[in-house]
């Protein structure tokens, strides 16, 4: 998607002025050295608060206001929780976002590439969960936590803004990101999420660890869970907890027991609690369908997935319409 447009042009800005690509030949030294100013130009191309220019318009299509205002690990639902012993109960959407394969780049690029690559990409996520009303919870490596709803946010809302947020930002990575990482010869990056609802009876919030080492944080299986399930994702897939799958009525067809990819039983269920006969299924979502049905997605002639905010639909020509032709029409000759 070219909403992402600016955090693929850093990626590319990084990999170009990498100290590999200036090596002199028979020697093995590299000839220039990335001076600091042209990392920090390359650093600060996409904001680090503001969403980036490429995202602002697809922003405005959703229609959430963004919090630019939060702080990492404080919803601020709950952040007068902080440095207190009150605890409350309250629902809430956890979702677990995974960036696996970043230790290759290591293998090819130097450090400051890396850590432009990976920043660019965590960035992307990070502005794509705000623009869908999630708060930051915690960053775990290249990996991003995130709460989604709140006291003013209903159950349903909180999830489907959820699935939202992950399918867009896994759409990302699996075709802009994978595309470009394969033109460089890099393989093997992609993502995995977890994503589990635990309602107000099973979700405590209150304040851990001391003083300023301490967050707003809640204590759920369900909140766990949504870690768990990202394990159990496929390359690139997302995989959810059964109270997930029950805010959604009548779509069935997006999701299906994780059991069923695996072939093994013992996969349906993500956690069990034999005496109180409790038995939690995990589902693999499919983010590809459900993408293709939200209001601020197109399809175009190729059934690619497009936002509406930022792109028109290429016109029907003969020149375009050319690859479905040829698969329809085996005698199709058009050159």
């Keep these: 998607m070219n909403i992402y447009k600016d955090y693929m042009d850093v990626i590319k800005e990084a990999v170009s002025s990498d100290s590999s690509n200036y090596i002199r030949e028979g020697l093995g030294q590299p000839v220039i050295q990335r001076s600091k100013e042209q990392f920090n130009n390359i650093y600060f191309k996409a904001s680090q608060k503001d969403i980036a220019d490429s995202l602002k318009s697809f922003s405005s299509q959703i229609g959430t206001t963004i919090n630019y205002e939060q702080q990492l690990g404080l919803h601020p639902d709950f952040g007068h929780l902080k440095n207190s012993n009150s605890t409350e109960e309250h629902y809430i959407v956890s979702a677990f976002i995974d960036i696996k394969g970043s230790t290759n780049l290591f293998k090819k690029f130097d450090k400051e590439t890396i850590f432009l690559i990976t920043n660019a990409i965590q960035r992307a996520g990070i502005h794509t969960a705000?623009?869908?009303?999630?708060?930051?919870?915690?960053?775990?490596?290249?990996?991003?936590?995130?709460?989604?709803?709140?006291?003013n946010m209903s159950r349903e809302k909180a999830v489907l803004q959820a699935l939202q947020a992950v399918s867009v930002y896994t759409h990302f990575v699996k075709n802009d990101l994978k595309e470009y990482f394969?033109?460089?010869?890099?393989?093997?990056?992609?993502?995995?999420?977890?994503?589990?609802?635990?309602?107000?009876?099973?979700?405590?919030?209150?304040?851990?660890?001391?003083?300023?080492?301490?967050?707003?944080?809640?204590?759920?299986?369900?909140?766990?869970?949504a870690s768990k399930m990202q394990s159990s994702a496929q390359t690139n897939g997302i995989v959810v907890g059964e109270f997930v799958k029950s805010e959604l009525e009548n779509n069935d067809d997006l999701f299906?027991?994780?059991?069923?990819?695996?072939?093994?039983?013992?996969?349906?269920?993500?956690?069990?609690?034999?005496?109180?006969?409790?038995?939690?299924?995990?589902?693999?979502?499919?983010?590809?369908?459900?993408?293709?049905?939200q209001p601020f997605i197109a399809?175009?002639?190729f059934g690619n997935a497009i936002p509406k905010a930022n792109n028109i639909l290429e016109p029907l020509t003969v020149s375009s319409l050319k690859p479905i032709a040829k698969l329809s029409k085996p005698y199709f000759s058009y050159d």
Excluded: M
């Design 182 to 225: 394969n033109s460089q010869g890099i393989e093997n990056i992609s993502i995995r999420t977890g994503i589990d609802l635990g309602h107000t009876e099973d979700v405590l919030w209150g304040n851990a660890g001391i003083g300023e080492i301490s967050e707003v944080t809640t204590c759920s299986l369900h909140t766990s869970l």
């Design 130 to 151: 705000l623009i869908f009303g999630g708060y930051i919870h915690r960053l775990q490596g290249d990996g991003i936590f995130v709460y989604f709803g709140g006291k």
């Design 256 to 293: 299906k027991p994780v059991s069923r990819r695996t072939g093994n039983e013992n996969d349906r269920y993500i956690y069990r609690i034999a005496d109180r006969n409790f038995n939690y299924t995990q589902y693999d979502f499919n983010w590809e369908l459900f993408l293709k049905k």
């Design 299 to 301: 399809v175009d002639q």
